[in-house]
T-cell receptor, first 114, second 115 residues
Framework: DTEVTQTPKHLVMGMTNKKSLKCEQHMGHRAMYWYKQKAKKPPELMFVYSYEKLSINESVPSRFSPECPNSSLLNLHLHALQPEDSALYLCASSQLEGRQETQYFGPGTRLLVL | TQLLEQSPQFLSIQEGENLTVYCNSS?????LQWYRQEPGEGPVLLVTVVTGGEVKKLKRLTFQFGDARKDSSLHITAAQPGDTGLYLCAGAGGAGGTSYGKLTFGQGTILTVHP
């Protein structure tokens, strides 16, 4: 089973709203990732968690706040977003955070900020 | 900064034709992954190649990893409309201090196969 699940599938929010994206995997992977993807472009890395600790933050604005409650769950809290933050947000996981580790992606959350 | 040059960016072909997508870099990668993505969905892993010179086959898809682990190709034989999508190559763990866990993505190839 190489499944990563994400909820919700779609999200529309105003610039003053607070919302959260959720990601779950039950493969025993110890590294989890958040990516942002614009249409027809490759994903851009936002955050990496390794053993539930934040290991990489790619200078993401503070209106995006990640959280890793346990080894299976990863959240992305959203607050005061801008219209340019509209994108497909992807979660991924890998066995470990390592050089030969394959990353498995979830189906994504399509976010529209009005 | 590592770069992975992917070409062509767009490919529009008829059903039954063959095609090749290339990913080239001046950097060495520890592994390289190929993904296929449909609009509004997440990338689906096709293959991971690890060993220089490695060739992997997945039905009509053939993947090669260059001897020096700097380049890779994806060849599709007798393309079908179901092959339509965005193809992404992604290199992991290159030399030169790339952080663990960071993938270097190619720009993607948008493939359209017409019936």
């Amino acid at each position: 089973d190489t499944e990563v699940t994400q909820t919700p599938k779609h999200l529309v929010m105003g610039m003053t709203n607070k919302k959260s994206l959720k990601c779950e995997q039950h493969m025993g992977h110890r590294a989890m990732y958040w990516y942002k993807q614009k249409a027809k472009k490759p994903p851009e890395l936002m955050f990496v968690y390794s053993y539930e600790k934040l290991s990489i933050n790619e200078s993401v604005p503070s209106r995006f706040s990640p959280e890793c409650p346990n080894s299976s769950l990863l959240n992305l809290h959203l607050h005061a977003l801008q219209p340019e933050d509209s994108a497909l947000y992807l979660c991924a996981s890998s066995q470990l955070e390592g050089r030969q580790e394959t990353q498995y992606f979830g189906p994504g959350t399509r976010l529209l900020v009005l | 900064t590592q770069l992975l040059e992917q070409s062509p960016q767009f490919l529009s072909i008829q059903e039954g034709e063959n095609l090749t997508v290339y990913c080239n870099s001046s950097s060495v990668f520890s592994s390289l992954q190929w993904y296929r993505q449909e609009p509004g969905e997440g990338p689906v892993l096709l293959v991971t190649v690890v060993t220089g010179g490695e060739v992997k086959k997945l039905k009509r898809l053939t993947f090669q990893f260059g001897d020096a682990r700097k380049d890779s190709s994806l060849h599709i034989t007798a393309a079908q409309p179901g092959d339509t999508g965005l193809y992404l190559c992604a290199g992991a763990g290159g030399a030169g201090g790339t952080s663990y866990g960071k993938l270097t993505f190619g720009q993607g190839t948008i493939l359209t196969v017409h019936p």
